[in-house]
């Protein structure tokens, strides 16, 4: 089967955006590299392979390459044209864009579906999760080391990107054993495979995209925990609202101890109350996804919802808030 490939050349600061119009403008798929020439000090305490994770590119530091995929009846000049505009309006919200360009070429199924394994290796992400595609070979560092299987196939969320890490670092120190959890935006489950690993009771985990859905299904059973881990297609936490009345099983009791949510920080603004709503007192909201430029507004929005902030990690230009419910 043949696929119509749009590349756009853009800045790191406009990857989540840039990605998300693609899938609403019904890409099969969409493919990110990011600079590999980096100035940044790269943390080596866990002893990252970096030099295995990503081989060293020739895209500029602060820039980035982002590929959809879509199908051959599409018409791909329309999709660009749909897309271009959203773009050019990023400036109006803070994110600068830099200097956009675009390419069109059609390609081959197995030539998009696969060729991407090559540059996903194992990676140690904090000091007892490491992730590893289930295509690579790896020996255990220790005995409290757990590690996550995945294959993500078209699915967001290899742990490479520094949303993912963060989200996975900030889990491993607000789960004590035993919580109930929601993972909103879950992906390819990667987050809600830690939160069991780390000890979670049981995980209820969200997502809108179809294929996420299939993916998140299939990483938790590869990872032996499809009796701790319940992945519904849903909107946010819609689920939640309607799910008694459809009988349809969440796997939690209602309310729960942990949220995390890796998404987008636009998208974390229209749900802050929902997610209040369904924690306990004391309970935590991991809220991840969000770019520097979004830490103010997103603050403000917990805050004015009830949260305690009780702690922000960081990584390179991103953030991740836990904020606490009274």
């Keep these: ?8 050349h853009t800045t790191e600061e406009a990857v989540e955006m840039i990605s998300n119009f ?21 943390d080596t305490s866990l002893g990252q392979w970096y030099d295995e994770i ?5 895209i500029p530091e602060g820039q980035a390459v982002i590929k959809g995929y879509f199908s051959e009846e599409m018409n791909l000049d329309s999709i660009q044209n749909e897309i271009s505009p959203r773009v050019q309006e990023l400036a109006d919200f803070g994110i600068r864009a830099g200097d956009v360009t675009y390419e069109q070429r059609t390609v081959d199924e197995e030539e998009w579906a696969t ?9 140690r992400v904090s000091e007892r999760l490491t992730i590893k595609p289930t295509w690579e070979d790896y020996t255990v560092q220790s005995q409290h080391e757990r590690i996550i299987e995945l294959d993500p196939g078209m699915a967001f ?18 789960i004590s054993g035993g919580e109930e959890v929601i993972d909103v935006g879950t992906g390819s489950g990667i987050l809600s495979i830690g939160a069991v690993h780390l000890g979670a009771a049981s995980v209820l985990a969200l997502d809108l995209d179809p294929v996420a ?52 920080a636009e998208v974390i603004l229209l749900f802050v109350d929902d997610v209040y709503a369904a924690l306990k007192p004391g309970g935590v909201y991991i809220a991840s996804g969000i770019y520097k430029n979004k830490v103010e507004i997103v603050e403000q929005a917990l805050t004015a919802a009830g949260f305690e902030i009780a702690d922000v990690a960081r990584e390179d230009d991103w953030v991740a808030f836990v904020a606490r419910k009274r």
């Design 22 to 42: 693609m899938h609403e403008a019904g890409a099969g798929g969409v493919s990110i590299e990011e600079s590999a020439i980096t100035k940044k000090k790269r």
């Design 1 to 8: 089967m043949l696929w119509h490939e749009l590349t756009i």
């Design 115 to 123: 060729a991407w394994k090559q540059y996903f290796k194992p990676i």
């Design 157 to 174: 969320g290899t742990g490479a990107h520094p949303t993912t890490a963060l989200c996975l670092r900030t889990l491993e120190g607000v």
């Design 213 to 264: 859905v299939s993916s998140a299904k299939e990483n938790a059973r590869l990872n032996g925990m499809d009796n701790q881990i319940t992945v519904v297609e849903s909107d946010l936490l819609s689920v939640l609202k309607n799910g008694g009345e459809s009988g349809q099983p969440l796997g939690v009791t209602l309310p729960v101890q942990v949220v995390v949510a890796n998404i987008l």
């Design 54 to 58: 990503i081989p060293f590119n020739n």
